[in-house]
């Protein structure tokens, strides 16, 4: 039979309550004993941190540190409605909030995706995504089916790297996918003043100009933006594009 085991997000360095030396020792324990191995963390919904973001794809990389070869999930949030703080107060959960910590988790290496939709607040359901965040649920859930072979194919072994305007927060995931080099960039800058902000504080969220650079890129070549309509021309060893805040671009080269 199958194990699946779901860890909550203490086992991270962020929200860990054991010193550090017990933490590698205990949870890889766990790990060793399981077939598929998971977390949950819901900044916004679960703590009304939305400062805390970024700790969802922190997490997986964790994750992944302690689980090795093993298939790694991450379940995300899709709402507000949680029955730790007062609803009033609650910030909203919204899509681009949902979308982003799915390619943070992809990006950072989970190779599935859960969603997390009870509520308890102002009153108990088993589903409380609103028309938009269902319908963002139901464009990323046909756009990850539809790329799942790139997004699980070998990585890149090739020297590939992304800067997002003046060192703001990014990440990037490489696969080669027969003879295409697909290429899963986001946006992970949460604004100035993120590290300093408290429960409940919103968060400024910025654009920037990506930069990506690839070794043995030809100028001239064309680069498929996916699901977007466009392309780019790649100069020598690069090629750039904006990103809106908390976006995700995926790019597709053939070799």
């Not at 990014?170 to 696969?175: E, G, R, S, V, W």
């Not at 001239?220 to 060893?237: C, F, Y």
């Amino acid at each position: 039979k199958l194990l699946f085991m779901t860890l909550t997000g203490h086992f991270t360095v962020q929200q860990s309550t054991y010193p550090e030396q017990v933490r590698q020792t205990l949870y890889p324990q766990y790990i060793r004993n399981a077939d598929v191995i998971g977390f949950d963390i819901y900044p916004i919904y679960g703590s009304g941190y939305a400062a805390h973001l970024d700790w969802v794809g922190k997490g997986v990389s964790q994750l992944r540190d302690l689980a090795g070869q093993k298939p790694v999930y991450a379940w995300i949030e899709t709402s507000k409605g949680s029955r730790w703080m007062t609803y009033e107060k609650q910030p909203d959960v919204l899509p681009m909030h949902t979308r982003n910590e799915v390619w943070q988790a992809i990006t950072s290496g989970a190779t599935a995706i859960g969603y997390f939709p009870h509520a308890w607040a102002p009153s108990f359901t088993e589903f409380a995504p609103t028309t938009e965040m269902q319908e963002e649920l139901k464009r990323l859930n046909t756009q990850i089916s539809r790329l799942a072979p790139a997004i699980l194919a070998p990585p890149f072994n090739g020297t590939i790297s992304m800067e997002l305007g003046a060192g703001l927060n990014c990440n990037l995931k490489a696969t080669l996918y027969g003879n295409d080099l697909y290429l899963f960039t986001v946006n992970m800058d949460l604004g100035e003043g993120a590290k300093d902000a408290r429960q409940f504080d919103p968060i400024y969220p910025r654009a920037g100009k990506a930069t990506i650079s690839i070794e043995g890129l030809k100028a001239g070549g064309t680069i498929e933006v996916v699901d977007e309509n466009r392309t780019i021309k790649a100069e020598k060893g690069k090629f750039a594009d904006d990103f809106a805040p908390l976006a995700e671009h995926i790019y597709r080269i053939k070799l």
